[in-house]
């Protein structure tokens, strides 16, 4: 495969980078090219040793995602960046993507209870509106509890979801660190 073959290969894979950090890496991937040339090497050669552009963009974008999600604390950068982690890797896709649904399902169900619960005083309220013959004030205290417990669900969940949060984009960075070669460990 030949650099310009090789750049435009590459630069068609980062499309999800914007374009100042693509050109970037590709000005990175260029001075590859400059040396190994310099060295005596034929592009060819060169090409084969910086590997497959697919496998190289697909790494920097799960890198980018990572990053991006980091910075960021909304749910659709955490989602692209664990989706550019597990097209890494088919381990990630069979093992790790089954008990990550199950675990955004229990969130999203300890949100939705909560909500439930906090709504529970407006319903007792509209129900009295419409039946004011059916109304007991019990009805009323009752919901209000419910109120409170969805308050304390609510804060939980907060902490909850902040720790998931957390806990996604370690194992995002981990996951990207063990895939680019492999972990570093200090003996």
Not at 15 to 22: D, H, N
Not at 87 to 113: C, M, R, T
Not at 129 to 135: E, V
Request: glycine share 10%; net charge negative; hydrophobic share 50%.
């Amino acid at each position: 495969m030949t650099r310009n073959n090789f750049l435009h290969q590459l630069d068609a894979e980062l499309k999800g980078i914007p374009s100042l950090e693509r050109a970037d890496i590709l000005h990175d991937y260029e001075e590859h090219f400059v040396f190994g040339l310099e060295e005596g090497k034929s592009e060819e050669e060169i090409a084969a040793a910086l590997g497959s552009p697919a496998h190289i963009a697909k790494e920097l974008l799960a890198g980018y995602h990572v990053k991006k999600a980091s910075a960021s604390s909304s749910a659709g950068s955490i989602i692209r960046a664990a989706w550019a982690v597990i097209g890494l890797s088919f381990f990630n896709l069979v093992i790790v993507l089954g008990p990550a649904v199950g675990v955004a399902g229990v969130i999203f169900a300890g949100w939705a209870v909560s909500l439930a619960f906090l709504g529970s005083p407006l319903l007792v309220i509209v129900d009295a509106f419409f039946h004011p013959d059916t109304f007991i004030l019990f009805d009323l205290f009752f919901s209000l509890g419910m109120c409170g417990i969805g308050i304390l669900i609510g804060m939980g969940m907060w902490y909850v979801t902040k720790l998931a949060k957390k806990a996604s984009i370690s194992y995002l960075k981990y996951n990207v660190a063990l895939v680019k070669g492999g972990l570093k460990h200090d003996n």
